[in-house]
């Protein structure tokens, strides 16, 4: 590119010394410009997508709103550099105002600002409910409760959210895992596990502090030799728990010397793929997501489970619900075993109603402090996992753990070898009010659905119904090609799945628990849920939409309306996330245009309160810097003469006309395209007159509307229409160079073509940008557009609705066979993109241009050689 | 066509090699630095047309050594290239004097425009 323009200011000599710099001066300006639109179109653009995010609430992280509003200052602040170069000494107080808005969109991300440091561990023995903002939830609620009501909870210590921010601002893993979401920057599966692994490495190469692994091995010494579980203890809100508790891990049978590995481990768990879509779709902010650890004992269980202080579902019966394993409670938890279960009576602390389960496995703690599985056999199966005392017990300790919190409870327990109940963990429990009717009731059927039912007698586990195609998820690849919307169905009631009910229509699961996490999830998101569904794998493979009736346990072919609607209920409260609080704050300092009159006298740099002030100012600006009276380029600006050349302008900046041969003309004249000698503007002249252009499409109305709606709501657009100097088309022209600046009212476009001997030297490109049709036509236009041009050997790319192509390094006759379709493209897509919802459309377009192309590119050379163009 | 010459500045393999390989087939000739004393190095000793400079290094950070690769060659077009979303970067570079600020991932088409953009601007003749 550099030779490209050597050699073109090569074919200006000739001119009087100060004509020659001021020339040079005016390409400079014009390539200024040409960078400034460049800019211009970019940061309208992000404008845009940021817009449109925080209008549909659509999930992205903070690390991506973050990104986006720093590429929009990045392309603000290159239109100011451009502006300030085109007018030296003009508008250089824009930066001030610009770092202005830079500092209040900074602040717009910050978080609380946090206290300074606590301590990095805390006993078990001294936690209480307070701590919570430093160990979590489901570790400060166990301080408390054994506190303040004597009950039996594992030994151990927190790792504290102090810890956590010790870890990660010492060693720079913060920036670090910032700088990591930042490039990997993808939602695929690949994408994101690619990113889980690249954020585990830089958490397992990141030295320990050591006041850290000093203070965490003293508590272990403190405890003795003994086999620790380290759990996480996320910190969110309270509601947030439940869906984050699945995607945590724990690390079980941890020695002493590992405990710091182990938490690591369980840091890195809060950036796996599963974990990161949860907080991504919940809208929680990733950089302000703390991990605090609880290492408590493992207790060497004979049995263990869970209890609900009320049924989760219909929380109007007087019952505390406890489902008991033998062995370690995990298999309750995660779903992967059927569970005895039983119901106390709240008033009398009675057994009312035991269910026992035939259970195929449990599983143990070896004397290496390993966790194993074990089958069992020989009655085992069939046996209670716990005496109906222990139940009773159970339920008395859980009514007083209850009543302490003032709040219903899910409570995970274990029975260690010496009888002692231990209590694990505890959380306040989500309930359904409304009582599901027991499934062997009959249930009125309407005439809709009527002999439609494919599956009854599943377990409810969230009332409601609802429906959607049927998509079984089995693997985690499954998990990220779900579809908004479906039915998930699934086998097990793997708490991983919790992130995905965000987006689920309706849940069924074949075994699991109806008390179980994921069904609390359900719960909480409202949605329909039957877990406890045997053969529902096999029964709705492939049968496509079905409705879940959650509440009386029936699935049924198709969308069941009625029933639907019947069965609504309150959807789930809607709250606005951090993550689109964090975007709404930005974008008042984005996207608000205060300054729409160019006549106004605010209408100056000190004026500019947004990014899309700035745009605007430097938009107007650069227009009038380019193109108004006093600034014209040296040799003046001609009219072109002729019927259908009225609107456009030309300025030759030495061989490009006749002109100057003649001596007779000056800039207040006009001029005849016969009198242009520049074979690229002569290629790219013929091509835009070369075939008839018919007209814009009739807009069909839904089309014409969003041109309406488009130019309301960018003024910036409809301000460049509006302009009369805007509305000028510039051709710059040298003997062997053109360039063109062209606008019809939405389109902005600029083409620009070096057609010499050298081919070295010889380029054409093409940027091309607007519209008044929605982004999706906008963008189909220019893909087609793309096509076109990459057959003729551009490179092109786009992004969203704006276009840009180069061709490079070929002959004088490829150029201007290049700048005949550039001209004959600008001046027959115009408008199309109204046309370009219909695909048949798109297709008639492409035969027509090719067809017309070809035909043009014939008459191209005698075109020029009557010009006396060609060699 | 003549080659353009590129400094590509960063302290990441993976990444100095994906770059380096997609732009070989664009007639880009492009010498590599994987710290902030080495661009420098390479600046003193040889001719460039544009560098692209990253900010988190080790050591010598990307806005060091784009002041002082400023001080050695004041008209060389440098391109920030950052996975840091980082304003204040954004306007101390640019006052610095960098061509752009771009943020990772950049596709390699838009990258090798902006490359092209700077090496057109430099060759005006602007400062």
Same mark, same amino acid.
Request: proline share 5%.
């Given at each position: ?64 709103? =973050? ?60 936690? =209480? ?96 030799? !003994? ?127 035991? @269910? ?29 996992? !716990? ?176 029933? !639907? ?38 209408? =100056? ?7 899309? @002030?700035?745009? =605007? ?177 551009? !490179? ?76 | ?127």
């Amino acid at each position: 590119m550099k030779t490209a323009l050597k050699t073109l200011f090569h074919f200006i000599h000739g001119n009087p010394e100060g004509k020659r710099e001021a020339t040079e001066n005016f390409i400079n300006k014009s390539e200024d410009f040409r960078l400034l639109l460049s800019a211009n179109g970019k940061a309208l653009e992000l404008m845009a997508e940021m817009t449109d995010a925080a209008r549909s609430g659509q999930s992205s992280g903070i690390t991506r709103i =973050r990104a986006y509003s720093v590429m929009v200052a990045s392309s603000v602040r290159q239109m100011i550099e451009r502006l300030c170069r085109m007018a030296p000494g003009k508008y250089e107080t824009l930066r001030d105002g610009f770092n202005e808005i830079v500092r209040d969109m900074d602040q717009a991300f910050a978080g609380p600002s946090r206290g300074p440091l606590g301590p990095s561990v805390i006993r078990m023995r001294d936690l =209480r409910a307070i701590d919570l903002p430093e160990a979590g939830s489901k570790v400060a609620m166990l301080g408390e409760i054994r506190a303040e009501l004597g009950v039996v909870v594992p030994r151990g210590f927190a790792i504290t959210a102090s810890a956590f921010h010790l870890f990660m601002e010492a060693t720079g893993l913060d920036d670090e895992i910032n700088r990591l979401i930042q490039i990997h920057d993808g939602t695929t599966l690949e994408e994101l596990n690619d990113l889980a692994l690249s954020i585990r490495q830089a958490i397992n190469l990141a030295p320990m502090p050591r006041e850290l692994e000093e203070a965490v091995q003293e508590q272990c010494a403190r405890l003795g030799d !003994i086999r620790f579980a380290v759990r996480s203890s996320a910190l969110g809100e309270d509601a947030e728990q439940t869906g984050f508790a699945g995607q945590f891990i724990s690390k079980l049978g941890v020695k002493p010397a590992q405990v710091t590995d182990a938490y690591r481990a369980v840091i890195s768990s809060m950036y796996s793929a599963t974990a990161i879509t949860y907080v991504r779709n919940r809208g929680l902010r990733e950089d302000e997501m703390v991990m605090a650890a609880g290492c408590m004992e493992m207790i060497d269980a004979v049995a263990g489970g869970v209890v609900y202080t009320r049924p989760p579902v219909g929380g109007g019966s007087d019952a505390v619900i406890i489902n008991a394993v033998p062995g370690l409670p995990c298999a309750v938890v995660d779903g992967s075993s059927m569970a005895d279960s039983y119901s106390v009576d709240r008033a009398t602390g009675k057994v009312t109603r035991r @269910d026992i389960a035939e259970k195929e496995i449990r599983f143990v703690l070896t004397s290496g402090g390993k966790v194993r599985k074990e089958k069992l056999f020989g009655g085992k199966e069939l046996a209670p996992s !716990i005496s109906d005392r222990d139940v009773e017990r159970l339920a008395a300790l859980a009514l007083r753990i209850e009543e302490h919190f003032g709040h219903p409870q899910d409570i995970e327990w274990a029975k260690d070898r010496e009888g002692l109940i231990v209590i694990l963990q505890c959380r306040p429990l989500t309930v359904c009010e409304e009582a599901p009717v027991p499934r062997n009731e009959s249930w009125p059927q309407d005439e809709e659905s009527r002999g439609l039912a494919i599956l009854s007698g599943c377990i409810p586990a969230s009332p409601g119904a609802a429906a959607g195609y049927v998509v079984k998820v089995e693997t985690e690849e499954d998990m990220f090609r779900f579809p908004d919307g479906a039915v998930l169905l699934a086998r097990n009631a793997r708490p991983q799945l919790s992130a995905l009910l965000p987006r689920a229509a309706a849940l069924v699961v074949e075994f699991g628990s109806s008390v179980g996490h994921l069904a609390n999830v359900a719960r909480e998101y409202a949605i329909p849920a039957l877990i406890g569904a045997p053969g529902a794998v096999e029964r709705l493979s492939g049968v496509g939409v079905i409705t879940v009736n959650g509440t009386n346990g029936t699935i049924y072919l198709g969308r069941r309306k009625k029933m !639907i609607q019947r069965e609504a209920r309150p959807a789930a409260r809607v709250r606005t996330t951090d993550v689109g609080l964090a975007l709404e704050r930005v974008l008042k300092f984005i996207t608000p245009l205060n300054l729409t009159d160019p006549e106004s006298p605010d209408f =100056r740099p000190e004026g500019c309160r947004s990014m899309h @002030d700035i745009t =605007r100012f430097c938009h107007e600006k650069a227009v009038a810097e380019m193109f108004a009276q006093d600034n014209r380029p040296v040799s003046g600006a001609f009219r072109l003469a002729g019927e259908r050349a009225m609107q456009y302008w030309l300025v030759d900046i030495g061989g490009g006309t006749t002109v100057e041969e003649n001596g007779s003309a000056n800039s207040s004249q006009s001029i005849g395209i016969e009198s242009v000698r520049s074979n690229p503007m002569r290629a790219l002249w013929y091509g835009m007159m070369a075939v008839p252009w018919e007209g814009p499409p009739v807009p069909r109305l839904d089309s014409f509307m969003s041109v309406m709606t488009s130019a309301a709501q960018n003024p910036a657009l409809e301000a460049g229409a509006r302009n009369d100097m805007g509305e000028r088309n510039y051709f710059i022209v040298g003997s062997r160079y053109c360039n063109l600046q062209s606008r019809f009212g939405f389109h902005f476009c600029t083409i620009e073509g070096f057609a010499g001997d050298d081919p070295n030297v010889n380029y054409a490109l093409f940027q091309f940008k607007g519209g008044g049709a929605s982004l999706d036509r906008r963008h189909l236009r220019s893909r087609l557009v793309a096509e076109t041009l990459e057959k003729r050997g551009f !490179i092109a790319e786009i992004r969203e609705d704006a276009l840009f192509a180069r061709l490079e390094g070929v002959s004088r006759q490829a150029v201007e066979q290049a700048m005949a379709v550039l001209g004959y493209l600008l001046m027959h897509t115009r408008q199309i993109d109204m046309s370009m919802a219909d695909p048949g459309m798109v297709v008639h377009y492409r035969d027509l241009f090719e067809a017309d192309i070809e035909e043009l590119l014939e008459g191209l050379p005698d075109e020029l050689r009557e010009a006396g163009c060609a060699p | 066509m003549k080659k353009i010459r590129l400094l590509l500045v960063d302290d990441e393999p993976d990444f100095l090699t994906a770059y380096a390989r997609r732009f070989k087939r664009r007639n880009v000739e492009i010498t590599e630095a994987s710290s902030g004393q080495q661009a420098i190095d390479h600046v003193r000793e040889s001719e460039f047309d544009v560098v692209i400079l990253d900010v988190m290094m080790p050591r010598m950070n990307g806005l060091e050594t784009l002041r002082r690769i400023k001080a050695i060659a004041p008209d060389l077009p440098v391109i920030i290239l950052t996975g840091h979303a980082d304003s204040s970067v954004l306007i101390e570079g640019m006052d610095m004097g960098a061509f752009d600020f771009l943020l990772k991932p950049v596709g390699t088409d838009e990258l090798y425009f902006k490359v092209l953009d700077a090496v057109r601007t430099r060759h005006r003749g602007q400062p």
